[in-house]
């Protein structure tokens, strides 16, 4: 003997827990939605405009940045020859004299244009621009650029192998 009321209220009561369990998720998915939103708005930062920076200013901060960047790559092109003429056993030491005065020469001369730059541009940037630039790295924060990874993993003797 079955009892027929039964059936459709179980029926209703099963329909009704898997209506709730919807409703859940779709709140549950709409929750998430409007954080990420706004992890999204909060990601875009200050820009140099809600900084104070002018349009000169901006010209200026490209600048200091292409010359920190062409320092940095010229920088590994003279290691690079440095590299080369400590190889070479048949290098005369005038030879490598010369090639040491003028990488030398080459990285005082840049970094005084580096230099001169950075002390134009603090005398005129607002008080915020200068913090968040120096945290960034444009102007000079103390910490020397990040030097790619396959650049610090070449092993060149073997004192290198030994150390770790």
Same mark, same amino acid.
């Given at each position: #003997?079955?009892?027929?009321?039964?059936? &459709?209220?179980?029926? !209703?009561?099963?329909? #009704?827990?898997?209506?709730?369990?919807?409703?859940?998720? !779709? %709140?549950?998915?709409?929750?998430?939605?409007? %954080?990420?939103?706004?992890?999204?708005?909060?990601? @875009?930062?200050?820009?140099?405009?809600?900084?104070?920076?002018?349009? %000169?200013?901006?010209? @200026?901060?490209? #600048?200091?940045?292409?010359?920190?960047? +062409?320092? +940095? /790559?010229?920088?590994? @092109?003279?290691?690079?020859?440095?590299?080369? =003429?400590?190889?070479?056993? *048949?290098?005369?030491?005038?030879?490598?004299?010369?090639? =040491?005065? @003028?990488?030398?020469?080459?990285?005082?001369? %840049?970094? +005084?244009?580096?230099?001169?730059?950075?002390?134009? *541009?603090?005398?005129?940037? &607002? /008080?915020?621009?200068?913090?968040?630039?120096?945290?960034?790295?444009?102007?000079?924060?103390?910490?020397? &650029?990040?030097? &790619?990874?396959?650049?610090?993993?070449?092993?060149?003797?073997?004192?290198?192998? +030994?150390?770790?």
């Amino acid at each position: #003997m079955r009892n027929d009321k039964r059936v &459709p209220k179980q029926s !209703v009561h099963i329909w #009704m827990k898997r209506a709730v369990g919807i409703l859940i998720c !779709v %709140a549950f998915c709409g929750v998430i939605a409007s %954080a990420q939103k706004r992890s999204n708005d909060n990601a @875009e930062g200050v820009t140099l405009a809600d900084l104070g920076v002018t349009e %000169a200013q901006k010209t @200026e901060l490209e #600048m200091l940045w292409k010359l920190k960047r +062409q320092k +940095q /790559i010229q920088a590994v @092109e003279d290691l690079k020859t440095l590299n080369r =003429l400590a190889k070479d056993t *048949l290098a005369e030491d005038t030879d490598i004299q010369e090639t =040491l005065v @003028e990488f030398r020469t080459k990285r005082k001369e %840049a970094q +005084q244009k580096i230099e001169k730059i950075e002390e134009g *541009l603090l005398q005129t940037l &607002p /008080i915020r621009a200068q913090l968040h630039l120096t945290l960034l790295g444009v102007l000079d924060n103390g910490i020397p &650029p990040r030097i &790619p990874k396959s650049q610090t993993d070449k092993k060149t003797d073997g004192t290198s192998q +030994q150390r770790k």
